[in-house]
């Protein structure tokens, strides 16, 4: 049969860091309150674009992988901050990459990554495409209303890189099955309002836009989500808990993570949690971590992987994903970003400064 395997992946974090006790300088905070309700600790600030950052991740993963950009048949690039509009992020990584192919975003908030995979996978198991390139890729930092701490203290910067390659195999491998929905009921829950072409273009007020938040609705509906899709692509597998060898959640809030594992009786040192080091980097969350499980020797040869993601519009997604033979990088990149001559507090000081200065009402 025709899988869709991953065969190569790679991750970039911008060098600057915003620690906890950085925000407790800019608002009423402090680090024991959000680690005791998020478990972050800290979070990448980019000072570069988001397409720079996928850009980075992408030729590790390329590297990872043994390929050429030129191999590829399409770039998905899962962003809800995107450099431009027009052209989309896709283009901008596939002209550094030079690569030939199609290229596209997915704006499914956090998410995107697995939609990806999803798409990604269809286009495999058809025969249409051998090799695609997928990228979570964010810059949330930009949206960040840094007077708000319920929200201000949850985001951070980066992006992570797959690449799903077309393999002929006997058994059920790659990408076994996967499930995507969407809960529009929901979608004032979490929001960047005033943003896009709904922005009053000369008014005053109209570069005040940011990301709002409705976190104990999240909270809920995230469970909810998460635990619905992650039985449904199970029971399409064939698999109970007892099968899966490591749960890859998307990385939005500890809480939910250790609520989420327990409802479904899966043991906790089967959770892969790294958001104390990065915090919530919406679509990037999944591939990064990943990457990190790969390097952390959590993901061995041939496990079965459960991951799920639950972002904004009310957007969730899950999949049951049984690894390959290899865990080490056939090649390296050197790909980095260029070097940040600012602390993470230096490089969020200007938009601190300008919220402080006109309170919302």
Avoid at 226 to 255: W, Y
């Amino acid at each position: 049969m025709l899988s869709a395997q991953i065969t190569g992946w790679g991750k970039c974090l911008p060098p600057a860091v915003l620690s906890n006790d950085d925000l407790s300088t800019i608002m009423d905070t402090n680090d024991e309150w959000i680690r005791s309700r998020t478990g972050i600790n800290q979070r990448h600030i980019s000072h570069v674009s988001t397409s720079a950052m996928a850009i980075v991740a992408a030729k590790h993963a390329l590297a990872s992988a043994g390929l050429e950009a030129t191999d590829l048949d399409m770039i998905l690039i899962a962003t809800a901050s995107p450099d431009t509009l027009l052209p989309n992020v896709a283009a901008t990584v596939q002209a550094e990459l030079g690569a030939s192919c199609a290229a596209l975003d997915i704006n499914a908030a956090c998410s995107g990554f697995l939609y990806g995979v999803g798409l990604a996978t269809a286009q495999i198991k058809s025969g249409q495409m051998q090799r695609i390139l997928i990228v979570g890729a964010e810059r949330l930092s930009f949206y960040i209303n840094w007077t708000l701490r319920e929200s201000a203290v949850l985001f951070g910067d980066g992006a992570g890189a797959v690449i799903l390659e077309a393999k002929e195999t006997e058994q059920a491998s790659g990408v076994i099955s996967y499930a995507m929905h969407n809960d529009p009921s929901g979608r004032e829950h979490l929001k960047v309002g005033g943003f896009g072409t709904d922005m009053t273009r000369y008014d005053d007020e109209a570069n005040n836009f940011y990301l709002q938040f409705n976190g104990r609705e999240v909270f809920k509906r995230a469970i909810g989500g998460m635990g619905k899709l992650s039985k449904k692509v199970m029971a399409e597998a064939g698999l109970s808990t007892d099968d899966v060898d490591l749960v890859v959640p998307h990385q939005a809030n500890v809480r939910i993570i250790e609520t989420l594992i327990a409802k479904m009786a899966v043991p906790a040192e089967k959770a892969f949690i790294n958001i104390e080091n990065y915090g919530n980097t919406s679509a990037a969350t999944i591939p990064i971590a990943l990457c990190d499980a790969v390097e952390q020797g959590r993901i061995t040869p041939n496990a079965t992987l459960l991951t799920c993601a639950f972002g904004a519009g009310l957007t969730s997604a899950a999949a049951v994903i049984k690894w390959g033979e290899r865990t080490s990088p056939i090649n390296h990149s050197d790909a980095s970003l260029p070097p940040c001559q600012h602390t993470g507090l230096e490089l969020i000081a200007r938009a601190v400064a300008e919220q402080k200065k006109r309170p919302l009402e």
